[in-house]
């Protein structure tokens, strides 16, 4: 039986990923901050005996680490690590209020990615089978989009930090998997005030990054339409990205008044 380990579990992309492999028979670690949602999740689960609940914040380095290390003292090990917790929220660089904001989802969604992964990797070095570290990363995180500097930037640092940490453990026989994906439909993109090319369902987006994750693919872009707009945007030249995207809608920013 696979044992799975989540972060930001409570709710869009995370807990469409916990019923997914619930459904496919996995025993689950489910983190996030709001114990009660959580419960309620895992309740709503085949097998919730089976599944632990740890209400924690993953900024919280040392409280994260301990929820790993119960999950792997009471399963014996972890077969997948997803480090799926983040935030999004518009920054401007002019308005010094937003720089907390950035430095707040640089800490979620890149530090506390690392956080996640550091207290498995010994484990799986150890344990026989498959392993896998994934990373959420994001089509925004293939070039920068503006009102969404911090997001695109913390994005664009989970890429190139699970394709580090992807060499580093090809030896070891520990996949690390990077997911990006495009418009998910949860209730972070549902804040969004602008059209959502190739929208996908949250459940179904969990069904194709699992079967990404179990086939230990390298990187995966879902859905695979937002795969080719990003190549396409990453091939551009810069003179022609930036007439095109310059006047692109901003998301709200968090510190606006």
Not at 8 to 24: K, N, P, T
Not at 183 to 202: E, S, V
Request: aromatic content about 8%; proline content about 6%; glycine content about 8%.
């Amino acid at each position: 039986m696979t044992r799975v380990f989540i972060t930001g579990a409570s709710s869009g992309i995370g807990a469409a990923l916990a019923a997914e492999y619930a459904a496919r028979g996995a025993t689950l670690g489910l983190v996030a901050r709001r114990r009660e949602l959580l419960e309620q999740l895992a309740a709503s689960l085949p097998n919730p005996h089976l599944h632990k609940v740890y209400a924690v914040d993953v900024l919280d380095h040392g409280a994260l680490a301990a929820a790993a290390r119960d999950f792997i003292a009471t399963q014996g090990g972890a077969d997948v690590v997803i480090a799926n917790a983040g935030i999004s929220h518009g920054t401007l660089t002019e308005f010094a209020a937003d720089l907390p904001v950035f430095d707040t989802i640089l800490a979620t969604n890149v530090s506390a990615t690392v956080a996640t992964f550091a207290p498995f990797i010994a484990t799986m070095k150890a344990q026989p089978g498959p392993c896998r570290l994934v990373g959420i990363g994001s089509v925004a995180g293939i070039r920068g989009l503006p009102g969404a500097g911090a997001y695109s930037a913390s994005k664009a640092a989970v890429l190139s930090y699970c394709e580090s940490l992807r060499l580093e453990l090809k030896r070891d026989g520990i996949k690390v998997v990077t997911i990006a994906p495009g418009y998910i439909d949860t209730p972070m993109t549902r804040h969004n005030k602008y059209p959502m090319p190739f929208l996908m369902p949250a459940e179904r987006f969990a069904a194709k990054a699992a079967d990404a994750i179990g086939r230990g693919a390298s990187y995966a872009v879902i859905p695979w339409q937002m795969g080719v707009v990003a190549k396409l945007l990453r091939a551009l030249p810069n003179a022609v990205y930036d007439f095109a995207f310059s006047r692109a809608p901003h998301k709200a920013r968090k510190a606006a008044p």
